[in-house]
């Protein structure tokens, strides 16, 4: 089916992407070929460019090119308020729907021991050195409310509670513009038991 | 929204993608950065080689880093044949389910005056060469069933057809596997008169 080794070569590279398969790489490839040549040489750029310089900050684990995130830079936002979760996907959703302008720490994944990922793997140390150095009152816990999730929340916590941090979890419940009847029963069940005077 | 720039500039390249907009974008990245650095490093040089090397077959509009395909190199293939598609995901299609071993030819598109588009636009200059050069015995439509396809089919098959090439072309009717009740009205039409004795 090689055409053309490079066409080869590019479909073939094409299938790294999450949920691309030889169909869609196919027709990624074309379409770029066919009339987006200046985007994709754009893309080629910013693409070997990112995986060359960008790394995790030092305080936060959130993806930058320096040695510190534009976050912890940013000396108008308060550091002593540390939001924890799980994924730079989470940051940036954070960053978009919320006020919230203090710092983050981001875990880069969830204590799963039986794959192999414990404290270390989170940057743990990293956030308790942080924790030791720094006055944090308030730590946001943002993760996931799976079974993983509880388990590292559970751990942040006990973490946060001996420097003296007053640890806060983001609200479970129905979702805004969920019909009762529709919501799933552990869903249900945590948001009456979670209720709340008007 | 901006945490890093190398980073803000990696999603927003992706989005010159078919089919991608700022979440599978933002998805995309992520992904190629927490994991599959090799991989992404391989897709950036991948596509910055196609975008600078890959042009179209001086003899069928192929792409090809070459000045001629492999199919049109290929000497074992019947140049007497030639198969004449939209677009090169067809010439893919064509390959992966037929057993036909002889020449393509690519439009890169379909007549369509309306978008500026008439037969040099298409290559039929080039076309209209290679039928006058070699004998081209069979010259095989495979373009698509609509209005544009229909038009472009026509027009080719009188120039084939001023060059004594005999004109076929590939069957339309019920798909494989198709039920008949849930077949399109213009399909089945089609079908039916385009009968054939068992």
Redesign the interface.
């Known amino acids: ?7 080869a ?2 479909i ?3 299938r ?3 949920g691309v398969g030889a169909k ?1 790489a ?9 009339g ?2 200046a ?16 790394q995790h900050c030092q305080r936060c684990r ?5 040695d510190y ?3 912890c830079r940013n000396e108008r936002r308060d550091a002593t308020r540390v939001c924890v979760v799980e ?3 989470d ?2 959703a954070l ?2 729907n919320t006020d919230f302008r203090g710092h983050y720490f981001v875990l ?1 994944g969830r204590l799963s021991p039986i794959d192999g990922i414990g404290p270390e793997e989170l940057g743990l140390n990293i956030l308790r050195a942080r924790l030791a150095d720094g006055p944090v009152e308030e730590l946001i816990l943002a993760v996931g409310a799976t079974v993983e999730g509880e388990a590292t929340a559970q751990y942040v916590a006990e973490l946060a509670e001996r420097y003296g941090a007053s640890v806060t979890r983001i609200a479970q419940g129905v979702p805004v513009g969920g019909e009762l009847e529709y919501v799933d029963a552990g869903t249900l069940s945590q948001a009456f038991s979670g209720r709340r005077p008007l």
Do not use: N, W, Y
Request: net charge negative; charged share 20%; with cysteine.
């Open positions: 089916m090689a055409f053309s080794p490079a066409l070569r590019l073939d590279a094409f790294v992407l999450p869609s196919q027709r990624m490839a074309f379409h770029l070929l066919q987006e040549r985007g994709g040489a754009k893309l080629a750029t910013a693409l070997a460019e990112a995986v060359e310089h960008i959130m993806f930058t090119e320096s995130c534009e976050i994924s730079p996907a940051v940036m960053e978009q880069m």
